[in-house]
């Protein structure tokens, strides 16, 4: 090599060094995964305020966990970990809600919700409680027909999209809202697909979603997939509300058990991830090859999801997950403590006030006939209530009753304490049935589709009757056998009068007459029969 050549090559070859190492990390990170962590909650169920939610513990301690301001908080910090985050429901964000957001039909929840920056919420059962046109009322704004924007000029609507894949309009063909919703991250696309349960029909007042179809959960996916896959969409997650019933801790899954066990498996294995609902059990589960969370429910848990995307195929790599409970610990988020107290002082003096007194507790604990002490106390209130519709006999719904009625020091019993109990605002329904069709009705309590529920409906304290193995022996109206071809006049609440928790015999009954709420019946029992002791059991007999 001549000598005068050297340092041109010594100054080309420290070029194509630098170069290098200029544009290997370039090049390194496009090619690079995307991070993107998902923040998931499931059957929030407008759980505003902390007071009395608590989670258990692996050990068994019993700890503070939940309320809408320190779940904020959680997420914010959770958000804060990957700018390429999205919290994501799995439904019952709403409905069988605490009063402070019952009394304003929900939109406290769904403003609280706003404000820790939901994306998107598939629709659960609850979501149904008033009607699908309440739902989309919700969504989409304007103030409630009959109670107008109370302690407002107006509501505006959710901020976040409700998803309903698999609820359809019969008259159009076509969802009630849309069946899912695609997020870019860095370029690399997800879609989320949100549904409910196919047998919500069965779980809310039919009249409320008259004219719509729930479609299969696992076959109404595998039709959007295709769809989704000529949009050069690889990663897919489903938002389900349905679940399982899962042993171990929290963050452990040995097994499960439940309708969501199957609804994966049939489900296409291009779905990479399910976030679930319903049963209100906190699980982090692997079925199928594909990862399966819940995060209990009221806000006490959080699941912290972290996907792995490749940025040239845009499939999942990889999915880590686990449950955090929400401890009371951190800060409490500002905004959402002023959105409570805003309504709270509207809400306290109706909720505060004291409709009565008891003299211990009143719970729901049944006894091996299924019948509950304040199963029998709602009943009877029912019955009292629409005595002048001719009413002999009122049967209540188990699955209504949400709460125990405590004993504090005083005795009192507040509004607030009584429409825990039955938080769904149903008016009392009064029909004529025959006495074949009360023993129908009472033989249809043991068609039930979850083991271990309580189905066996609460009688009023006119009514006895005794069953054995599924069989019903007699039953006595005030002391007297029920006649068969007899008619008799029967209370029950609009749920079960439409046919609702699958005793459609209720949808027979004749000459309807509706009439006060069951708040209102059990308000008025309360102030013409305090104090008030736990009724007494053995109006049901196995």
Known sequence: MRPKLLPRLLLLLTVACVSALLITPLVFSQNAPVKVKLIAINDFHGNLEPANLSFTMPNGDRVPAGGAEYLASYID?????????????????????????????????????DLMGLAVNAVGNHEFDQGFKELLRLQRGGCHPQDGCRGKDNYGGAKFQYLAANVIDRATGKTILPAYQIRSFDGVKVAFIGMTLEGTPSLVSPQGIQGLSFTDEAETVNKLVPELQKQGIKAIVVLIHEGGLPTGGYNECPSLSGAI??????????????????????????????????????????TDIDLLLDRGTGEVRQITAQNIVVKQDVPKRPDVTALIQKYKKIADPLINRSIGQITSDITRQANPAGETPLGNLIATAQLEATRSAGAVVAFMNPGGIRSDLTYAPSGQVSYGQAFAVQPFGNSLVTMDLTGAQIQELLTQQFDNPVPGQNRILQVSSSFRYGYRDKQILFMEIDGKPVVPTQTYRVTVNSFLAGGGDKFTVLTQGKNRVIGVTDMSALETYFRQNSPIAPPTLGRIQN
């Open 261 to 302: 066990v199957d609804i994966v498996q049939r489900t296409n294995p291009e779905v990479d991830l399910f976030v679930t609902g319903h049963t209100h059990q906190a699980y982090n589960c692997v079925i199928d090859g594909r990862r399966v969370t819940s995060a209990g429910a009221f806000g006490r848990l959080v």
């Open 77 to 113: 910090r959770l958000r804060k970990q990957n700018p390429n985050s999205l919290l994501v429901s799995a439904g019952d964000s709403v409905g069988a809600t605490p009063l402070l957001s019952a009394l304003f039909h929900d939109e406290p929840a769904i403003e609280a919700l």
